[in-house]
Nanobody
Framework: QVQLVESGGGLVQAGGSLRLSCAASGRTFSSYTMGWFRQAPGKERSFVGAITWNSGSTRYADSVKGRFTISRDNAKSTVYLQMNSLKPEDTAVYYC?????????????????WGQGTQVTVSS
């Protein structure tokens, strides 16, 4: 079992930045590919980005490429999502997730563990 807790969400103006954190506890954090997803009201949960266990590979949704950066610190069992140049359409609840599957997994159903989510609201 892995427990995930997100933090760092909030209200920010368009063009601003936020950094989300996801702290993990339980089984060996460094064994997992970690992903970030988001869900806006009335929409399905969608992929934002993912990072492999050793930070060797990252992958991003086209909508956030060049603006968001995923990183991880295995010593702290924490994964981060740095969000720059935020837009109103980035408003959503952001979730981190963990999977044992190899590679930068973008499929929601392939993730085994999820955090409770943190709200990000971008005002225009």
């Amino acid at each position: 079992q892995v427990q995930l807790v997100e933090s760092g969400g909030g209200l920010v103006q368009a063009g601003g930045s936020l950094r989300l954190s996801c702290a993990a506890s339980g089984r060996t954090f460094s064994s997992y590919t970690m992903g970030w997803f988001r869900q806006a009201p009335g929409k399905e949960r969608s992929f934002v980005g993912a990072i492999t266990w050793n930070s060797g590979s990252t992958r991003y949704a086209d909508s956030v490429k060049g603006r968001f950066t995923i990183s991880r610190d295995n010593a702290k069992s924490t994964v981060y999502l740095q969000m720059n140049s935020l837009k109103p359409e980035d408003t959503a609840v952001y979730y981190c997730a963990a999977t044992m599957k190899v590679g930068v997994v973008a499929v929601v159903s392939w993730y085994d563990y999820w955090g409770q989510g943190t709200q990000v609201t971008v005002s225009s």
